[in-house]
């Protein structure tokens, strides 16, 4: 995995969150879970991203 200080802006609120402070749930939609992760905005709970955590 490659190293990253991305930040993802959350549509909804508007919060900017890095990587580090966002919460990861499952993905919706099967994906493999240990693969794959959602990162959801620590403030409002939106969904931000999907981003590939396995290797
Ligand atoms: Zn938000």
């Known amino acids: ?4 200080d991305d930040t ?3 549509d909804a609120c508007g ?3 890095s990587v580090d402070e ?3 749930t499952k993905t919706m939609g ?3 879970p240990t693969r794959w ?3 959801c905005c620590p403030a ?3 969904r931000l991203k ?3 955590v396995g290797e």
């Open 30 to 32: 099967g994906l493999d």
């Open 22 to 24: 966002a919460r990861r």
């Open 15 to 17: 919060n900017r969150v």
């Open 37 to 39: 992760q959602t990162v």
């Open 8 to 10: 993802f802006e959350c």
């Open 44 to 46: 409002c709970g939106s």
């Open 1 to 4: 995995m490659a190293g990253t």
């Open 50 to 52: 999907t981003v590939f």
